[in-house]
């Protein structure tokens, strides 16, 4: 459940650290982001000498949520943080790894290239 | 379809029960209902909560080394599907359940022998130094038809014989 000012770790190499939730992209009054969702987030915290810098604006894709994912198997699942990937306009990722767990929906999503790339797909 | 055991108390976890905790390091805690997930939460050690099967494999008072806990280890090769194989693994589940049922009774009867004498032992001790708390010293010496009750007897009731 990410809305605007929700802060999500960042769970690639990108170089941003933290991100900070701006907007939800889908439906104009859409409240909340859950996982697979896209959000407009501003980069909070950086780290130094990457291409991406703090205050800069970037989409990304919410990979970890605190509040749980249901699934139609009946399993719920619930990570320890909220985290999201930066990406482009098109969907790919702006880093080349990423870090924690993913979960398996991000597939159903399109977005095989993190799914890939992730260290562990639940 | 995999029936998992909750990481606090050891139940089977069955299919939409529960909720799985997945921490940053990619563990899985599954828990089999809120009560554990809970508990978890409030960082408490499976091994200290007494209602766990933890707690009791620890402590003694359940089985912790058997043959018929070999069958239900944890096991990552798919098999192939066979009508027989199955029909035999479901007589077989059968079997062994009955098996570890009576290897833990005997394990319980074994850790409960000598308790019947004991107590036995304890309550006519009981009787004879607490009896004033029933009787006053000196109606028992007023009244010589008055006597003790005896703890051998397999009656339930302890009635005074007067």
Excluded at chain 1, 79 to 89: E, T
Excluded at chain 2, 119 to 140: D, F, R, W
């Amino acid at each position: 459940m990410i809305q605007p000012q929700t802060h999500l770790n960042v769970a690639d190499n990108s170089g941003a650290r933290e991100l900070m939730c701006i907007r939800i992209i889908g439906a104009s009054n859409r409240r909340y982001a859950h996982i697979g969702d896209v959000i407009v987030a501003v980069i909070k915290e950086a780290v130094p000498n990457m291409p991406l810098e703090k205050s800069e604006i970037v989409r990304a894709v919410i990979v970890r949520t605190c509040k749980e994912l249901k699934r139609d198997s009946g399993m719920i699942i619930r990570y320890d943080d909220n985290a999201a990937v930066v990406i482009d306009q098109e969907g790919n990722p702006k880093g080349t790894r990423i870090f924690g767990a993913i979960p398996r929906e991000l597939r159903q999503f399109n977005f095989t290239k993190i799914v890939s790339l992730a260290p562990e797909v639940l | 379809m995999r029936l998992e055991k909750c990481w606090f108390c050891s139940s089977t976890v069955y299919p939409g029960h529960g909720i799985q905790f997945v921490r940053n390091d990619a563990k899985i805690f599954r828990f089999c209902r809120s009560k554990c997930h809970k508990n978890f939460k409030m960082k408490r050690n499976p091994r200290k909560v007494k209602w766990t099967k933890a707690y009791r494999r620890v402590h003694g008072k359940d089985m912790t080394q058997d043959a018929t806990f070999e069958f239900e280890r944890k096991r990552n090769r798919p098999e192939r599907y066979d009508r027989h194989v199955a029909e035999e693994t479901l007589k077989a589940i059968k079997k062994i359940d009955k098996v570890r049922v009576d290897r833990e009774a005997r394990h319980y009867a074994k850790r409960m022998k000598g308790k019947k004498a004991q107590v036995q032992k304890e309550a006519a001790n009981e009787l004879e130094q607490s009896i004033h708390m029933v009787k006053a010293p000196a109606a028992l010496q007023k009244e010589p038809s008055l006597t003790l009750p005896k703890v051998y007897q397999k009656q339930t009731e302890d009635r005074m014989e007067e």
